[in-house]
């Protein structure tokens, strides 16, 4: 059983690219289904179908059926990864912070099984919850750093 949980925790960063990916395909399908279903090419197609008998209405019709099930499979698929990238998994939790949003929890879910991965998290009473973050190379120089706020725009409505 270790075994098989090890190559899960090292496919971390591969799972979250997985589903970058997938964020990326989905949208790009829905804005081709919203496109296919836009009341202009719905008349274009109702004009050439009057002015020629085109079958390009019915044609339209199974793309959108095909791209409709693309949509299908991509979203299935995203639950699968999830699943996999979520079942060896315990809660992440911060010492003194009960109630870290999900946003912030899954960030900090996916870095945390990296040694070189550093993070302080505190509160601030406009952007709420702030992670402040470092990931280091093997050498000790630091890769990336940057913070992360609950709240981020909360400033702006004062």
Do not use: C, H
């Amino acid at each position: 059983m270790t075994q098989e949980v090890q190559p899960k925790l090292k496919a971390v960063r591969e799972y979250s690219q997985l589903l970058r990916i997938q964020e990326r395909l989905l949208s790009m399908l829905q804005e081709a289904l919203d496109e296919i279903g836009a009341p202009t090419t719905q008349n274009l197609l109702r004009q050439l179908r009057n002015q020629t008998g085109s079958t390009a209405p019915e044609d339209f019709g199974r793309i959108a059926s095909s791209v409709e099930g693309a949509i299908r499979d991509l979203k299935l698929f995203q639950s699968d990864i999830q699943k996999e990238f979520l079942a060896d998994r315990s809660e992440v939790s911060v010492e003194g912070v009960s109630n870290l949003p999900a946003p912030l929890a899954r960030f900090l879910a996916e870095r945390t099984t990296n040694e070189r991965f550093s993070y302080e998290v505190r509160q601030d009473p406009v952007r709420g919850w702030i992670i402040a973050w470092k990931e280091y190379t093997a050498e000790g120089i630091v890769r990336g750093f940057g913070q992360f706020y609950e709240r981020p725009y909360a400033w702006l409505e004062e």
